[in-house]
């Protein structure tokens, strides 16, 4: 009896072990959002191509994409991620361009990993991938902290994104002198650079010294006023930088070192063609969402994304925390018509 009771026990102990493994066999569906027809089709096939570098350098078969089609349309991206919804998916990469995000907050049980950077107004099951505003100010913060940089005015153009580029200075925290806001029409840009710059207060303030040397009885005073003639302004600005916002959602710039590599080394070599940048933030966040499932113990949960973490990438660091994604980026200085990295 004991004997029979000892062999039931192991039997049933190997049975929970097949199931066990069977369970960790099981494929992990992902789905991929990306236009592959009409005019964005070519930055999405070639992410498609990026994805499968990625899931050929994992070389796991637990894992599986099912790419479908967007469109760039939004009710085309809420349509597709219904589909991959009914096939039980619950992580998605994509869509491409944020306007195609904006009917995606009715898929709640769905994780859906942007390619934007947008970092406001999106629906709250959305993370925005894409190097944001966020990501750039506190790279710049790093760099003014390091040159001691104290009376900084950020300029930023009057256009869609400006609330942005506001949040993302409250966010970063960096310490700035001002901030000031510009047209992007050329007439008025260049009246308000005037005003910033006390142009016109500095320009009489030369021609009252020119004047007052003109006066005066002073030696040499016909040489000092020769070269104060040749000066446009006298006197100093009350700045000593100025930082000026290129920057408009769904453009990203990402490490540009290593997307030379990644085009050079991978990406050419295997397709004979050159990857957009959207290729090589494709490429990262399969990677990223196979290490937060590695950490996970392959359970697919929605605290993946909200626990704090860090992943490397090709483009460089991606930082997880409370559904946000930013990047560690690098910094540049132009010299000889060269790129010199400063970090």
């Known amino acids: 009896m004991k004997t029979l009771i000892k062999f039931f026990a192991i039997l049933i102990l190997n049975l929970c072990l097949i199931y066990q493994n069977a369970l960790s066999l099981d494929k992990i569906k992902i789905g991929l959002i990306v236009p592959l027809t009409g005019e964005h089709s070519e930055i999405g096939n070639s992410i498609i191509k990026s994805t499968r570098m990625a899931i050929n350098k994992i070389d796991d078969n637990r894992i599986e994409i099912i790419p479908k089609d967007t469109r760039s349309n939004p009710i085309d991206a809420l349509r597709v991620s219904k589909n991959l919804q009914e096939e039980g998916i619950k992580i998605i990469i994509g869509p491409v361009f944020n306007e195609s995000t904006k009917y995606l907050d009715e898929l709640k049980d769905i994780t859906f990993l942007s390619f934007t950077n947008k970092i406001i107004d999106n629906p709250s099951n959305v993370i925005s991938a894409g190097v944001n505003a966020i ?59 005037e005003e910033l710059t006390r142009y016109s207060q500095r320009k009489r303030k030369l021609k009252e010294e020119i004047k007052k040397l003109e006066n005066s009885s002073i030696q040499n ?64 966040l399969v990677g990223l969402v196979y290490f937060l499932l590695y950490q996970n113990k392959f359970k697919i949960s929605k605290k993946m994304f909200y626990k704090k973490n860090k992943f490397k990438g090709k483009i460089g660091i991606f930082e997880i925390n409370k559904n946000v994604i930013t990047h560690e980026l690098n910094f540049y200085s132009v010299e000889d018509n060269q790129f010199k990295k400063i970090f």
């Open 135 to 193: 990501s750039q100010i506190n790279t710049i913060k790093k760099f003014s902290n390091d040159k001691n940089l104290k009376r900084s005015i950020f300029l930023i153009p009057k256009t869609d994104y400006k609330k942005e580029i506001e949040v993302a200075i409250v966010k970063s925290n960096i310490k700035l002198k001002d901030v000031f806001f510009y047209d992007k029409e050329p007439t008025l840009l260049t009246k308000q650079i």
């Open 221 to 284: 005073k016909e040489k000092k006023i020769e070269k104060l003639k040749k000066k446009d302004t006298l006197g100093g600005i009350n700045f000593d930088s100025v930082l000026a916002v290129k920057y408009h959602p769904d453009k990203n710039k990402g490490n540009k070192a290593a997307e030379e590599k990644f085009k050079t080394n991978n990406f050419l070599n295997i397709y004979n063609s050159k990857p957009n940048q959207l290729s090589f933030l494709s490429y990262d």
